[in-house]
Every structure is written in structure tokens, then in C-alpha cells.
């Protein structure tokens, strides 16, 4: 049973822990994303849902434990199947980083460049394409997430739901496998909020990314997750994992069953 | 509007402590300290609110502040018709339990405890710096090899920022180094009828040490503060991580182009302020001590040789690498708050003045030794 559910797994956890100095923000953790998942990481606020993140884009380094990426089987087949992210040479992670995309709480975008040219820059980076090929794609990246005709603003010139949108459209820039997506919904309007998680089920369904989400929006866990993992900030620990509309009915965590229900008694 | 009033009465044995008027923040201070008094000498068990008329949380507060006292002497204080919403106000703050930790603890560390963390801090502090310094000869070398990318426009605008933006201020101050220096020695070389040995002491002293120094000084200012709060303000805003997720390297595309800019225009700076500050120097001299301009020049050019000129120039290429460093490392390694890029900006240029100076006194110990 364990290796049918591992095939298609693209992450594994394995008994992470995280700790800034000696302080530890959660132990034990262990769980799988699978391919095509939309993975919620829940919890409450203060518990290390958006350091657990960090642990997946290379920002931050595991106390203890392993991060495992999915190998590109395309490239080499069947030689090893999971690749140890923080123990793999610079190189190695550089490259898995580029099948990554990430979009940062606050959008993150780089204040000096307009929206074009942030999406335009990992492109150049990463390809031999000519500027006017760059600059369609980015134009494209744009409307997708519905922002046409905003490639020349600068990031300081539009609303903070849009620079979330544009975030999102440079996330996209490399073609990624896997997005990180860090409180998407935060600080947006219910309505806008709605379209993002439209949009994340879009890109989901179109381009075929696994989505790792950290929110603690109830409506957004309920309208995209179909995987997730909670953590307790009491505990320290995941306490469990599971399609959070199952958690909600079935979880034998009552902090879980209460978190979902926003403290509902049953 | 009344004020708060209290009495204690003693009935059989229970005693009460009766409210009356106005319990809010304006009203009530004298009296809370001293119905708190009281409760400690001879506490009381029933607590009447029957005749407050307008309450606020320092009613609140006093109440749940009795209610601890009680429960620490192992008492039960119980509420009398108390206002509507006070009592489920009490409630509510006793029901979320403290939480476990949450309470920062103010532990005095002792003398020796001090002065190791200081020392630990320092010593993590200097790591970081030869780090960064590793880090940049790193992305030099890719420069060279031409790996290393950043964009032109992002250089542009910055030499165009260190460079011609520079001009007026360091304009203003050579001119004046120039004009103080020329006042200095005309007085004390007046008295041995010297006056033209004037053009002298201020083309040596402007090209070996004003003129690089000052530019150094001021560019620490105006261009080292602002590369921390730039890259600071990156750093809080997720930016710098943005760069590190998509694999470009922050120090070739944010500090190599820095670094690139202060040592080209770090030495022309010092030539224009060298020249700026003969110039303030040759003001003095033909207004107000009757030299001719030519025969300044004359002696100006006589005095300063080649040597001088190069050595303030190395001197400011240095100051140049010293400012673009200590700029970006405060900025790169600033914390994540408003109050952390300020401190970025502070030591950056802290760090970069001193080192300056220290370097401008290196050279004077070795080039005096070299007899240079």
C-alpha cells in the first residue's frame, strides 16, 4: 500500500524538523504530495505554516530531518527515483528550483522593474528566446491572470490584489511543475479572493502544476484543497493529513475538526 | 457626570465594597489603588455594582485584578449586579487561558553572561562580513569569466546615482576644504612672508588626503545609506528571496553593479574634487592675499607630482569597494522590519566612515614609512 500511494508522489516530507536556533517551530513531520494535488498547508496563525514552505523553495534549511523532490523521470529513468533536496549538490537543487514557481505573500515583486520585465527576467534567464518573444510571453503571463494591457506599470502603481495577480503570472514565467503559493487570498476582498482560487483550479486543471497553498482561509481549503496537512502550534506537530473535506467530517483531532468549522460545536 | 465613589460596609460578618458613579479611565485612578489597598489588608467578599452609572475597562481591570488577589489568597469574591456587559467582560477575559510561554521572560543576564553574548554577536558579525567579502570576489570572478548577469540599465542608473548626482554636494564641500585649508596656512605661513607656499599646502594636502576623503565621507552618506535602505527594503518586501527561488544570484544582479559603479566613479569624484579644492584654495590666495592666479597655478603644479595624484586615487578606487561593501552587506543582511533598514542604514554608515578613516590612516603610516 505504501508504494502505490509513493508512486505519484512529487514531495515527500520525511520527519522534518524546523527550528530557528534552538528554538523549534514544529518536529515530526511527515506527509506526500502527489502529483496534481492542490496541498494546503492549515494551521493557526504563529505555527510555521510559511516556514514549512521555506523548507521547499531553498530558503531555509531542516533542522533535522529530509525533503524529497520527484526526479524528472524524462531525463533519467528509474536511476533514483526521489532526490534529497538539501543534501543534493548546488547545481542539482538549482535545477529543481527552476521547476518551482513561488508566489510570496506580499507578491514580492521587484519594485524597480515593471510587471513585464519581472516576468521577462527568469525568462531570459533560463532561455535563448529573442526580447520580442520574451516580451509576448510575458504580455500572455499577464492576461492569464488577468492583467492585459498591465505590462508597463510598475508594482508600486497598482492595487495589492493585482500585485498578488502579477505575482502569480511571474510564478508561472518558467513553466513550472509545482507552484508555492504563500496566503494567496490574504488581504484580498472576498470577490477577489473567490477569482485567485478560480484562477489556482485553472491553472491547476490547464496546465496540469501540483499547488502547495499555505492559507488559513476556510472557503479557499474548502473550494481547491483535495490534500493537506495541519499543524499545531500547541503541539508543535502535524497532527494530521487528508482531503481537508474529509478532515472536517472524519478527523479524529477534535483542534482540527474545530479549526475547519471555525470553532463550531458539533 | 459624577466621579467614582466607594464604600465598604460590614454586614455580619461579610463585608462588601459598594460602586457608585462614573468607573472609567478619566474618573477612577485615585480610588482602584486604593479599594486594592484595601482588598490586601482586609479583603472583602462581595463586590456590589449596582449604582455604577458609566463604566469602561478600567472597571474591568480593577475587578479581574480583585478577582487574582482572591483567588491567591484562596477567596471567593463574588458580583453583585454588576453593569450589563461588565460580568460576561470579566468572563471573557477569564476564559483563554494565559498562554504557556507567551509572557516574555526579563531575565537580568549577569556581567560575564553580557560580555559573552557581546563577543559571540561580534564574532558572528565579522564572520558575516568575510563572508559577504568571499561572496563578492566570487561574483567578480564569474564577472570576468562573463557569467555573471545583471542588467545594464539597473548599472546606468546607478552610476548615473553615484556619479553626476554627486556632482553639487561634492562640489560644495571641496570648495570649502579648499578655502579653509588656504585660510589655515596663509595665517600661520604669513608670518614668515610665505604666502605663495599657500598653493602648496593646499594641492598636497587636497590630492593626498582632502579630496578622496571627503568624497569618500560624503559618498558614504548620500550613496552607502542608500544601498542598505534599498536592498533592506528588498529584503522585507520578499524580493531578494524572489531572486534566490529563480536562481539569480542577489550578488550578481543586486551588488555587483554597486560595487561596479562606487570604483568607476570613486576616482573621478577625487580628480573633480582635487581640482575643485585647488581651486577654493586659489580663490583665497588671489582675493584676499594679493597672489596672481598664474602664480599659484605655477607653484600648485610645481608642488604636486604624479605620486600624490595616483596615491589619492588608489586611495579613493579603495573607498570606493570599502562603501559599495558595507552598504550592501548592512542592506542584504537586514531584518525584516521598518526599524531594521533604519539600523542598516545607521551602520552602514557608521561602518563605512570609520573604515575610511582607518584606512586613510594606514596609508599615512606606510607611505611615510616608504618615504613615498
Not at chain 1, 472557503?219 to 499543524?231: D, P, R, T, Y
Not at chain 2, 465613589?5 to 454586614?11: E, F, N
Not at chain 2, 531594521?340 to 566612515?353: L, Q, R, Y
Amino acid at each position: 500500500m505504501a508504494d502505490k500511494s509513493s508512486s505519484n508522489s512529487i514531495i515527500k516530507a520525511e520527519d522534518l524538523t524546523m527550528a530557528y536556533g534552538d528554538f523549534v517551530v514544529q518536529k515530526d513531520l511527515t506527509f506526500d504530495i502527489k502529483s496534481q494535488d492542490i496541498f494546503i498547508i492549515m494551521g493557526g496563525s504563529g505555527c510555521g505554516k510559511s516556514t514549512l514552505l521555506k523548507h521547499f523553495i531553498g530558503l531555509k534549511q531542516p533542522a533535522t530531518g529530509r525533503v524529497l523532490f520527484h526526479s524528472d523521470s524524462q531525463q533519467n529513468q528509474r536511476e533514483s527515483d526521489y532526490i534529497d533536496f538539501w543534501q543534493a549538490e548546488e547545481s542539482r537543487r538549482q535545477r529543481l528550483m527552476q521547476r518551482c514557481g513561488v508566489l510570496y505573500q506580499s507578491g514580492a515583486l521587484w519594485s524597480s522593474m515593471t510587471l513585464a520585465e519581472n516576468i521577462a527576467l527568469p525568462i531570459g534567464e533560463y532561455t535563448d528566446l529573442s526580447e520580442s518573444d520574451i516580451r509576448h510571453l510575458a504580455s500572455l503571463k499577464l492576461a492569464l491572470v488577468g492583467l492585459k494591457g498591465f505590462e508597463d506599470y510598475y508594482p508600486s502603481e497598482i492595487s495589492g490584489g493585482m500585485r498578488k495577480r502579477a505575482g502569480l503570472a511571474r510564478a508561472l514565467a518558467l513553466e513550472p511543475d509545482i507552484l508555492f503559493l504563500d496566503e494567496p487570498s490574504a488581504g484580498l476582498d472576498p470577490i477577489s479572493a473567490r477569482l485567485l482560487d478560480d484562477l489556482i483550479l485553472q491553472l491547476r486543471d490547464n496546465l496540469g502544476c501540483t499547488l502547495v497553498v499555505v492559507t488559513h482561509e476556510l472557503a479557499s481549503i474548502f473550494a481547491i484543497g483535495n490534500n493537506s496537512v495541519f499543524l499545531d502550534a500547541e503541539t508543535k506537530t502535524m497532527l494530521t493529513t487528508g482531503d481537508p473535506n474529509e478532515l472536517v467530517k472524519h478527523s479524529e483531532h477534535e483542534t482540527v475538526r474545530r479549526f475547519l468549522t471555525r470553532g463550531a460545536e458539533e | 457626570m459624577s466621579t467614582s465613589r466607594y464604600q465598604i460596609s460590614d454586614d455580619n460578618g461579610q463585608k462588601a465594597l459598594k460602586l457608585f458613579g462614573d468607573w472609567t479611565i478619566r474618573h477612577s485612578g485615585q480610588d482602584s489603588e486604593a479599594i486594592l489597598d484595601h482588598f490586601k489588608q482586609s479583603p472583602f467578599e462581595v463586590i456590589d455594582g449596582g449604582a455604577v452609572e458609566q463604566w469602561d475597562s478600567s472597571l474591568i481591570s480593577l475587578l479581574l485584578r480583585l478577582d487574582t488577589f482572591a483567588k491567591e489568597g484562596q477567596q471567593q469574591l463574588h458580583f453583585q449586579s454588576l453593569p450589563r456587559g461588565a460580568h460576561e467582560l470579566v468572563e471573557l477575559a477569564n476564559t483563554v487561558p494565559e498562554r504557556q510561554g507567551a509572557d516574555k521572560k526579563k531575565e537580568q543576564p549577569t556581567l560575564l553572561a553580557h560580555i559573552g553574548d557581546k563577543v559571540l554577536t561580534d564574532y558572528r558579525e565579522a564572520l558575516g562580513f568575510f563572508f559577504f567579502l568571499g561572496e563578492s570576489v566570487k561574483s567578480f570572478y564569474r564577472l570576468i569569466r562573463g557569467r555573471a548577469r545583471f542588467r545594464g540599465r539597473d548599472l546606468r542608473e546607478i552610476l548615473s546615482d553615484t556619479g553626476p548626482e554627486a556632482l553639487p554636494i561634492v562640489t560644495l564641500i571641496s570648495v570649502l576644504v579648499g578655502i579653509i585649508l588656504a585660510f589655515v596656512g596663509a595665517v600661520q605661513l604669513k608670518q614668515f612672508g610665505a604666502e605663495v607656499y599657500v598653493a602648496d599646502l593646499v594641492g598636497i594636502a587636497m590630492v593626498r588626503e582632502m579630496g578622496c576623503m571627503m568624497t569618500g565621507i560624503i559618498m558614504a552618506g548620500r550613496t552607502g545609506a542608500a544601498f542598505a535602505a534599498r536592498i533592506g527594503t528588498m529584503q522585507v518586501n520578499e524580493e531578494i528571496d524572489a531572486y534566490r527561488t529563480l536562481g539569480i544570484s542577489p550578488m550578481d544582479f543586486i551588488v555587483l553593479p554597486r560595487i561596479l559603479a562606487l570604483i568607476i566613479m570613486m576616482p573621478l569624484l577625487c580628480l573633480y574634487a582635487n581640482f575643485l579644492g585647488i581651486l577654493g584654495g586659489a580663490m583665497i590666495s588671489v582675493g584676499a592675499m594679493g597672489l596672481t592666479f598664474t602664480e599659484y597655478w605655477t607653484q600648485t603644479i610645481n608642488a604636486v607630482d604624479m605620486t600624490d595624484i595616483s596615491l589619492g586615487l588608489v586611495k579613493a578606487f579603495i573607498f570606493g569597494i570599502v562603501i559599495a561593501i558595507t552598504g550592501c552587506m548592512n542592506g542584504m543582511l537586514s531584518g525584516r522590519s521598518a526599524s531594521a533598514v533604519g539600523n542598516a542604514a545607521t551602520s552602514a554608515v557608521v561602518a563605512g566612515v570609520v573604515f575610511i578613516i582607518v584606512i586613510d590612516g594606514l596609508f599615512a603610516i606606510i607611505t611615510s614609512l616608504l618615504g613615498i
